[in-house]
């Protein structure tokens, strides 16, 4: 089975307490029947616990399942026991950035608003540098790692498997020099070359827009599987939050197609990022 191990996690969190309300019990009646605490299937269902095969096979013998999805489940657990390629970096990666990797990575689609940097799925390595220089306390080798990691994740854009991809990013962003002329000729070059991947949009939202159904930067991510929810992350600077429910996913989507309404066309868009790569080129 395909996926990332984060993405195999969540998937079975989501079918654990599926499993549950059907049943129409709740933690502390499933936690009392198998001798357990009610925390502890709590912690299976919302992922931040570790669920062993053997847990699985108590749950389902409880829940009297069928054989088929009794190894299905037990073989979610094993692969969201296994490490991700970006963990190996160490601390190239915030724990709370882990999460999205996987679930990135797993994506058949996404949805993102930048409205102050151009996305990271975009970026050249020495932009990437340059944001982690001014943007955190990093050694230069956790800087190096940091980079390594955004330059694989971009991979993604031009595998088979593809997610389809749309960018939204706000004028200043395309405008902001980080690092120097150079550096942002560069960076836009690679925009460009970028959005020739067939699987890749990007829109411009201009400055004379006036208001926009958005305050801040926001990336929505879709899943192949009808299973798995769609998903809502936004991050700060030391943390991030995820957005499942369908109030916030519906609100979401309802912005960002607000924002495609006010951005320019993506061939607009080109037009208005080859004009600024112009005046970088004296």
Same mark, same amino acid.
């Given at each position: 089975?395909?996926?990332?191990?984060?993405?195999?996690?969540?998937? *079975?969190?989501?079918?654990?307490?599926?499993?549950?309300?059907?049943?129409?019990?709740?933690?502390?009646?499933?936690?009392?029947?198998?001798?357990?605490? !009610?925390?502890?299937?709590?912690?299976?269902?919302?992922?931040?616990?570790?669920?062993?095969?053997?847990?699985?096979?108590?749950?389902?013998?409880?829940?009297?399942?069928?054989?088929?999805?009794?190894?299905? *489940?037990?073989?979610?657990?094993?692969?969201?026991?296994?490490?991700?390629?970006?963990?190996?970096?160490?601390?190239? =990666? &915030?724990?709370?950035?882990?999460?999205?990797?996987?679930?990135?990575?797993?994506?058949?689609?996404?949805?993102?608003?930048?409205?102050?940097?151009? &996305? !990271?799925?975009?970026?050249?390595?020495? $932009?990437?540098?340059?944001?982690?220089?001014?943007?955190?306390?990093?050694?230069?080798?956790?800087?190096?790692?940091? =980079?390594?990691?955004?330059?694989?994740?971009?991979?993604? *854009?031009?595998?088979?498997?593809?997610?389809?991809?749309?960018?939204?990013?706000?004028?200043?962003?395309?405008?902001?020099?980080?690092?120097?002329?150079?550096?942002?000729?560069?960076?836009?070059?690679?925009? *460009?070359?970028?959005?020739?991947?067939?699987?890749?949009?990007?829109?411009?939202?201009?400055?004379?827009?006036?208001? $926009?159904?958005?305050?801040?930067?926001?990336?929505?991510?879709?899943?192949?599987?009808?299973?798995?929810?769609?998903?809502?992350?936004?991050? #700060?600077?030391?943390?991030?939050?995820?957005?499942? !429910?369908?109030?916030?996913?519906?609100? $979401?989507?309802?912005?960002?197609? #607000?924002?495609?309404?006010?951005?320019?066309?993506?061939?607009?868009?080109?037009?208005?990022?080859?004009?600024?790569?112009?005046?970088?080129?004296?």
């Amino acid at each position: 089975m395909a996926g990332s191990p984060t993405a195999r996690r969540r998937r *079975l969190s989501i079918e654990l307490k599926k499993l549950r309300e059907l049943s129409a019990l709740t933690c502390a009646q499933v936690g009392d029947a198998l001798d357990w605490s !009610g925390s502890k299937v709590n912690r299976m269902e919302t992922g931040s616990g570790r669920v062993q095969p053997s847990d699985i096979e108590a749950l389902c013998r409880f829940y009297d399942t069928s054989d088929e999805l009794r190894e299905f *489940l037990k073989s979610l657990a094993r692969q969201a026991k296994t490490r991700g390629w970006w963990q190996v970096h160490g601390a190239g =990666v &915030p724990e709370w950035f882990n999460i999205y990797i996987g679930l990135e990575q797993d994506a058949s689609t996404l949805r993102q608003y930048q409205c102050e940097l151009l &996305p !990271g799925l975009m970026q050249t390595a020495a $932009y990437a540098s340059e944001l982690c220089k001014t943007g955190a306390h990093m050694s230069p080798q956790a800087i190096d790692r940091a =980079v390594r990691v955004r330059m694989e994740r971009q991979t993604i *854009l031009t595998q088979p498997s593809a997610p389809d991809a749309w960018f939204i990013v706000n004028e200043a962003a395309v405008r902001n020099v980080i690092g120097d002329r150079a550096l942002m000729r560069e960076q836009l070059e690679r925009i *460009l070359e970028s959005v020739e991947l067939s699987s890749v949009t990007l829109q411009v939202l201009p400055f004379d827009s006036d208001t $926009y159904p958005a305050t801040g930067s926001f990336t929505m991510l879709g899943f192949p599987d009808p299973g798995d929810p769609d998903i809502v992350y936004r991050d #700060g600077i030391t943390d991030a939050i995820y957005l499942e !429910g369908e109030h916030h996913v519906r609100e $979401y989507t309802r912005a960002f197609d #607000g924002l495609m309404a006010a951005a320019l066309s993506p061939q607009r868009s080109s037009q208005l990022i080859k004009s600024i790569l112009k005046g970088y080129a004296n």
